[in-house]
Each structure stands twice: as structure tokens, then as C-alpha cells.
């Protein structure tokens, strides 16, 4: 019996290393191009975004709030909501330009 085992053992060809590692490959590189890449060219655009925020510009923030910014801080936005009622906002929760959103939700509303 246990000679079978040694003669299947040696029966099996040796195989290449790389053709072992081959299926792994792909698999980073489809992750490459369908996640990890993508989700970078996003956080850059948002990074680009919040580094050109200026005076007078309105926004969206992470928590709904819509606004005109009237304050710049390199890490806090104060933003008017309301007449004469001002918020201070961390400056990576603003999402989106108010135009942005507003346009975002017109097309999802037509096309439902």
C-alpha cells in the first residue's frame, strides 16, 4: 500500500513556480483595475476639490447640510446655512458643490 504512494508521488510532473503563482497575479491585477484604481482616481478628485474651495461657493456637506462657505481655515469651513447662522464644519466632511448635488438628484428624479 504504501508503495502505491510513493510511485503516485513520483509520478506527478514538478510544476513550474510561476505557473502556481500565475492565478494569484490575475487576481491582484483585476483587483488593480476594477477597485484599488478607480477608488484612487475618486480620492483625488475630492482632494483637488476640497484644496480649490474658495469664498462664496456653496457646498454639501457629509451630513446634508447645504451652505455658502464664508470661511476657510486649512481644516475647518465655516459655511452660512440661514441668515445670519453659521456653522463650522471640518473641512473633509464637504462633500460636493451644491450645484453637483442639486444636478445629481434631477437626473436621478427623471429617470425614475
Known sequence: ???LAYAADAAAPSANPL????PMIL???VFYFLLIRP????????QEFLNNLKKGDEVVTGGGLHGKIT???DTVVTL???DNIRV???RQYILSSA????????????SS
Not at 477608488?39 to 475630492?46: E, G, R, T, V
Not at 453637483?100 to 428624479?109: F, I, L, Y
Open 39 to 46: 477608488q484612487q482616481k475618486k480620492a483625488k478628485l475630492q
Open 88 to 90: 463650522k464644519v471640518s
Open 99 to 110: 450645484s453637483a448635488a442639486s444636478a445629481k438628484d434631477q437626473a436621478g428624479s427623471s
Open 71 to 73: 470661511g476657510l481655515t
Open 27 to 29: 487576481i491582484f491585477v
Open 1 to 3: 500500500m504504501t508503495s
Open 19 to 22: 505557473t502556481s503563482f500565475l
Open 80 to 82: 452660512e446655512i440661514a
